[in-house]
C-alpha cells in the first residue's frame, strides 16, 4: 500500500469525486468485503525492532489520551510480559472515549502535558509516553517528566537505525534541520530533505532506498 499525495494522484480523486461522473457498479462484478485484526500481526512488527531478551528493567508512563492507542497498549504489554520482559507500564487515561474526559489527546499543546509530566514523577518512572487520538503520533517525556521535542528524537532514531544500516540514507523534513543533518552526518548517513507530509517522506523513501 501507497499513500497518495498531491503530486501522486490525490487531485485526480478530488477531481472525480467533484465531477461525480462515475459508471455505473456491475451489481455482478460487485467485490466483498471481510474485517479481520492485524493487530498482532502489528505487534511483532513493532516488537522485530527491538531484542526483548536485551531490555533492561524500565518503569513506563504511557498515556493513550482516551483515544485509540489503549488496546494496542494493553497487547503490548500483555506480549511483553509473556515474553519475561522487564517492563512495567503505568498506564493513564487508557480506555478509548470519544468524549475525551481528560482534555484533548495532543501533547504538543502545552496545557496538555501536565498528566503525563505527573505521572512520570509520581512513579518515578525511566520516561513517559503520550499518544494522540488517533494513535499515529507519540510524545516522550524523560526521567524528570520534561517534554522533549519531536525534533530531537528524529536524531535518536536515525542514529539507531545507523547502527543497523551504516552508510543509509535517513528523509527529514524541513522544520529545524540542523540537529537532524548535523546527528545524520556524524552517524555515517546522509540526510536527504523531504516537503512535510508523511505521503511525500514515504515517496521519497521509496526514491532514495531510505530507511
Known sequence: ARPISGDTGLRDVQRLAEAGDFPPVNEAARGSYRQI???DAYIDHLLGYISVNNLTPLKLVVNSGNGAAGPVIDAIEARLEALGAPVEFIKIHNTPDGTFPNGIPNPLLPECRDDTRKAVIEHGADMGI????????CFLFDEKGQF???????GLLAEAFLEKHPGAKII??????????????????TPVMSKTGHAFIKERMRTEDAI
Open 37 to 39: 485484526s492485524l493487530r
Open 130 to 137: 503520550a499518544f494522540d487520538g488517533d494513535f499515529d503520533r
Open 148 to 154: 522533549i521535542e519531536g525534533y530531537y528524537i528524529v
Open 172 to 189: 527529514h523534513d524541513p522544520r529545524l534541520t540542523w540537529n537532524t543533518e548535523a546527528v545524520v552526518t556524524a552517524a555515517g548517513g
